[in-house]
């Protein structure tokens, strides 16, 4: 854990690089430095009754896919399209579908992130074998047309159910 911290000391402290800016700014001592864990969870069902979890209440996700916020947008969309539905019509359907239709999404984007985590970067303490399954994916994704395809898709997310295509978050640029 501490190879990836000696990377850090060489950084010029903030102070010091600023210092004609804001010479009032002082430097303290670093007195600890680690490597940030990465942590993925999900929430399986992600409805028990009324309570019904969305974001990162139902799952985490690590930044390396860049989903967190893509997610719980997601789940926000289609949260509301559920209660509304549920107010217009008086029918559950789509809120006892809730979980099923979020997870499908969820799953994808957990995968990805821990692709993301796990192909780019080597593990010091990976097995010559993980090294070379490693290499083979890198080599596969910069020489196939469609390994490059499924990794953009992947990391512009999977669309919202009954969203137009092209269309992943459903927001709508007003500019």
Same mark, same amino acid.
């Given at each position: 854990?501490?190879? #990836? ?7 010029t402290? &903030? @102070?010091?690089?600023? @210092? ?6 002082? $430097? %303290?001592? *670093? ?7 990465? =942590?993925?969870?999900?929430? !399986?069902?992600? /409805?028990? %009754?009324? *309570? ?9 996700? +690590?930044?390396?896919? @860049?989903? #967190? ?19 217009? &019509?008086g029918?559950?359907q ?5 979980? !099923?239709? $979020? ?5 994808? @984007? !957990?995968?990805?992130?821990?692709f993301? &985590?796990?192909?780019?970067? +080597? ?21 196939? /047309? ?10 512009? %997310?999977?669309?919202?159910? #009954? =969203?137009? +295509? #092209?269309? /992943?978050? %459903? ?5």
């Amino acid at each position: 854990m501490t190879e #990836g911290v000696k990377s850090f000391e060489n950084h010029t402290p &903030t @102070a010091t690089r600023h @210092a004609n800016s804001s010479p009032k700014k002082t $430097c %303290g001592p *670093i007195t600890v430095k680690s490597v940030l864990p990465t =942590r993925s969870h999900v929430t !399986e069902p992600m /409805r028990h %009754g009324r *309570i019904l979890l969305a974001g990162d209440a139902a799952h985490i996700v +690590p930044p390396t896919g @860049a989903k #967190g916020l893509n997610l719980a947008t997601g789940d926000v969309i289609i949260l509301a399209r559920a209660l509304t539905h549920l107010k217009q &019509t008086g029918s559950t359907q789509l809120l006892d579908a809730y979980s !099923e239709t $979020c997870l499908e999404r969820v799953w994808r @984007a !957990e995968h990805f992130s821990y692709f993301m &985590t796990t192909t780019p970067h +080597p593990d010091p303490d990976q097995s010559a074998f993980d090294t070379r399954l490693q290499l083979s994916q890198l080599a596969r994704i910069a020489s196939s /047309r469609s390994a490059a395809a499924e990794l953009a898709q992947n990391y512009v %997310g999977v669309p919202i159910p #009954g =969203r137009p +295509p #092209g269309s /992943r978050t %459903g927001c709508r640029r007003r500019w």
